[in-house]
């Protein structure tokens, strides 16, 4: 069984940073695509950001320049730097990760449970 689960979440204040982190556990044969998505109160989820395995960063426009995506693939795992916070980045911010299981021979897609990110003074 596959599982994503996310860290680093909470408040920060107008300006400041935070790092999520999103490690993809369980038998696992190949990981493909991850990335950050999230969903504000009264929102659809949007994407924020795409990272592939071999490193080609996909940004949502209104973060490029603030957040950056990362990834570790001997740990299966994706980060998301964000700087200089706005209110407006205030949502659930939620990993998926494109992979293989060694149970399958098809690729799906897995989510985390989400991680909130509040941004306020």
């Known amino acids: 069984q596959v599982q994503l689960v996310e860290s680093g979440g909470g408040l920060v204040q107008p300006g400041g940073s935070l790092r999520l982190s999103c490690a993809a556990s369980?038998?696992?044969?190949?990981?493909?695509?991850m990335g950050w998505y999230r969903q504000a109160p009264g929102k659809q989820r949007e994407l924020v950001a795409t990272i592939t395995s071999g490193g080609t960063t996909n940004y949502l426009v209104s973060v490029t320049g603030r957040f950056t995506i990362s990834r570790d693939n001997a740990k299966n795992t994706v980060y998301l730097q964000m700087n200089s916070l706005k209110p407006e980045d205030t949502a659930v911010y939620y990993c998926n990760a494109n992979l293989q299981s060694r149970a399958s021979i098809w690729s799906s897609n897995y989510w985390g449970q989400g991680t909130q990110v509040t941004v306020s003074s």
């Open positions: 369980g038998s696992i044969r190949v990981v493909n695509i």
